[in-house]
């Protein structure tokens, strides 16, 4: 009867383990009255509402991901809010959805964002303010590491969908990616300014690819984080 007992135990703490859930923000960029970029009648809202629902979609089977929207329907919504949204789901990871636009009609390629890396602040008079500043900049760091391997894998994982070409990795001065307390990326994910890849971006089977793409990195993340 007590071996069954810890038998049980065991068994209880190796499910437990097993079921260890990562909860994902997906912020699909603009909304409402905010169109964001518009080529005609292509708008930035539009598409990265329509690729955060589709990566929601992906999940539906998955115990083990919960993917939050800040906004699941065609809404205005504050950068603020998106903050206070993510913190009260209390979320492992943020990505947030943009496409880009340029004056120059031939830009075109994905484009990760990253946060910035931390200032050190100069000595103030309090020791303790100064600790406390030091400790901040170390967990900012390791977030800003934690986002760098997302970054790696989503621009791994984007060769796959062939939507658009991933481009560049780099830090970038975007208040959802800077203010949040966990790792974040901002995911341009094409630009609308340039027709081709505008029209590839609104089909629907291209933003299935691309959802399957961030599915993809977003489980190399949590195997990783389980590891
Ligand atoms: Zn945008």
């Known amino acids: ?18 079921s260890y859930s990562l909860t994902v923000v997906v912020d699909p960029g603009h909304g409402g009255g905010d169109k964001g970029a518009v080529q005609g009648t292509i708008k930035e809202a539009d598409i990265t509402l329509n690729v955060a629902l589709k990566l929601a979609a992906e999940f539906s089977n998955d115990p083990s991901v919960k993917i ?8 205005a919504l504050s950068l603020k809010k998106r903050i206070a949204l993510n913190e009260s789901y209390k979320g492992d990871l943020f ?12 830009a075109k390629g994905a484009d990760f964002y990253i946060g910035h890396s ?14 406390d500043s030091i400790v901040k900049n170390v967990d900012r760091t390791i977030r800003l ?14 060769k796959d969908s062939l939507v658009t070409l991933p481009r560049s990795i780099k830090q ?9 307390k966990i790792p974040s990326l901002l995911v341009e994910l094409g630009f609308i300014t340039n027709t081709p890849e505008a029209l590839e971006l ?4 291209n933003q299935t ?3 399957k793409s961030l599915h993809k990195a977003i489980k190399n993340f949590q195997s990783r984080k389980l590891n």
Not at 68 to 75: D, E, G, V
Not at 118 to 131: D, F, G, H, L, Y
Not at 202 to 205: C, L, P, S
Request: with cysteine; proline share 6%; charged share 15%.
């Open 68 to 75: 939050i929207l800040t906004r699941p329907a065609n809404t």
């Open 118 to 131: 931390p200032s050190i602040e100069p000595p103030t008079v309090s020791q303790n303010n100064r600790v």
């Open 1 to 18: 009867m007590w071996k069954l007992s810890v038998l049980s135990l065991i068994l209880l703490l190796c499910t437990q383990s097993r």
């Open 202 to 205: 609104i089909k629907e089977e």
């Open 172 to 180: 970038g001065p975007f208040y959802v990616i800077n203010r949040n």
């Open 145 to 158: 590491y934690q986002s760098q391997f997302l970054a790696s894998d989503i621009f791994d994982t984007w």
């Open 209 to 211: 690819l691309i959802a």
């Open 95 to 106: 990505i947030s959805l943009h496409v880009n636009a340029s004056i120059d009609k031939r």
